[in-house]
């Protein structure tokens, strides 16, 4: 019984280990969307100029 307690727990925990990474991945790519977005549509300064993309 012991054993059989074990696969099922070790087989939930690769599910959500499973299912945590395909939800970063999504969350990452959401991110890189963004982040080329506001690239792309970064506002102009005074004088026509581009500023900076990054904040820091």
């Known amino acids: 019984m012991v054993?059989?307690?074990i696969v099922?727990?070790?087989a939930l925990?690769?599910?959500?280990?499973?299912f945590a990474l395909k939800a970063l991945w999504?969350?990452?790519a959401v991110v890189i969307v963004l982040w080329l977005l506001g690239f792309v549509m970064r506002s102009t300064?005074?004088?026509g100029r581009r500023g900076r993309w990054?904040?820091?």
């Open 45 to 47: 300064g005074a004088g």
């Open 3 to 5: 054993p059989l307690l």
């Open 26 to 28: 999504f969350v990452a």
């Open 8 to 10: 099922l727990l070790l």
């Open 13 to 18: 925990l690769l599910f959500g280990a499973g």
């Open 54 to 56: 990054y904040r820091w």
